[in-house]
């Protein structure tokens, strides 16, 4: 089983930056693809950035340029580093690992933005 543990949301004025990590831990044997999604209310889940094994990324038009997601592999950890943030970008943001044997999402961390 594999756990993935959030941190770094919050409350942050348009303009501000967060840092939002997503920890990896239990029976991983090896991570492949690792994803940040984010749901607002009343709206549908949706992808942000995607980062595969080998270091490659993706990310959604609306966070191009403002939004990096990057890994250590050493810790297991996966991170979305937010800059210059807009009111549009609240929701509630989960990390999404998949595994050799797993596809595991964490419990979401809130990201509010105040204009």
């Known amino acids: 089983q594999v756990r993935l543990v959030e941190s770094g949301g919050g409350l942050v004025q348009a303009g501000g930056s967060l840092r939002l990590s997503c920890a990896a831990s239990?029976?991983?044997?090896?991570?492949?693809?690792m994803y940040w999604y984010r749901q607002a209310p009343g709206k549908p889940r949706e992808l942000v950035a995607a980062i595969a094994s080998d270091g490659r990324t993706n990310y959604a038009d609306s966070v191009q340029g403002r939004f990096t997601i990057s890994r250590d592999n050493a810790k297991n950890t996966m991170y979305l580093q937010m800059n210059s943030l807009k009111p549009e970008d609240t929701a509630v943001y989960y990390c999404?690992?998949?595994?050799?044997?797993?596809?595991?999402w964490g419990q979401g961390t809130q990201v509010t933005v105040s204009s």
């Open positions: 239990g029976s991983i044997w090896r991570i492949n693809a």
């Open positions: 999404n690992v998949i595994t050799t044997f797993a596809n595991a």
